[in-house]
């Protein structure tokens, strides 16, 4: 599979061939501010570069390595025994004729087929294709052909600028990469992001609060913290932490001495922060 280089970041181009004619494009969710609609865009770029550098990584983990049994043995039980197992592009080429026609490589295999990984693959390739698709139809231009993944996410990307005209579109662009560069970090092994919050929690006083950006909640992970709600299982699960939704941050920061713009910026869901991590 051909990649994009990782380390380039990818600015939206217009699409210069594609031109919608007045009054011809999407009719509704007309961006009606510019500074909004531009910070979108910047997001879903890179939600999109993100997934372009992660997703290459999954599918070296899903291609587990074989040893043909026709391969030589070592000749001695003191010799240092051969490399085994095919190369990264060997492995990725037996992905590709796996997903495409069903076929597995022979041979025995030196480590199993993890399914959370190849439900990952299969969950992003397929809404790659989706997405792809859907912004192709929004923006009425003919069906795009068939692509590598790499290849799809590089288009859709090439149509922000024209995205950025219908806040719908442009919006569903950067949930939906945003969702599957999660994913894909996920899969990987990658931490949910945690970002400190400034003031003490109402509750225990102590300088323990979190915000968790991908549930858009802040919690105390104080463990010793129990609040005086009845409904909280904080009271009852040791496991369990206290926390506050988006509708609640008002009143937290008011109770916990923070301020409000320090904790919704902190809890902002951008690549900004995971891309640096």
């Known amino acids: 599979m051909t990649t994009p280089n990782a380390s ?3 600015t939206p181009q217009p699409s ?10 999407p009719g509704n969710g007309k961006s009606d501010s510019n500074g909004k609609s531009a910070g979108t865009v910047a997001d879903a770029a890179l939600w999109i570069e993100l997934l372009l550098r992660q997703f290459p990584e999954l599918l070296v983990e899903l291609a587990p390595a074989y040893r043909s049994p026709s391969a030589p043995r070592a000749a001695s039980s003191g010799a240092r025994p051969a490399a085994a197992g095919p190369t990264r592009a060997e492995r990725e080429e037996a992905l590709r004729a796996e ?18 990984i190849s439900d990952a693959v299969r969950d992003i390739t397929d809404g790659v294709i989706e997405l792809d698709e859907a912004v192709h139809d929004r923006l009425r231009m003919p069906r795009p052909r ?32 945003r969702r599957m560069a999660r994913r894909c970090t996920r899969a990987l092994g990658g931490a949910e992001p945690v970002v400190r ?6 509750w225990c006083d102590s300088v323990s609060l979190r915000a968790f950006p991908a549930r858009r909640a802040v919690l105390c992970v104080n463990p010793a913290c129990r609040c005086t709600d009845r409904a909280c299982d904080c009271r009852t699960d040791p496991a369990h932490r206290h926390a506050w939704s988006e509708g609640a941050w008002a009143r937290l920061a008011a109770e916990s001495g923070g301020e409000l ?3 919704t910026a902190s809890a902002e869901d951008t690549a900004r922060r995971e891309g640096a991590r």
């Open 16 to 25: 210069g061939a594609h031109t919608t004619a007045p009054g011809h494009g």
């Open 197 to 202: 919050v400034g003031g003490r929690c109402p």
């Open 146 to 177: 068939r692509e590598q993944v790499s290849g799809r996410l590089l288009r859709v990307a090439g149509l922000l600028d024209r995205a950025a005209a219908d806040d719908v579109l442009l919006e569903h662009i950067r949930d939906e990469a």
């Open 99 to 116: 997903q495409a026609h069903g076929l597995t490589p022979t041979g025995s295999r030196t480590s199993p087929v993890r399914l959370h």
């Open 8 to 10: 380039t970041p990818i």
């Open 261 to 263: 713009v320090e904790l």
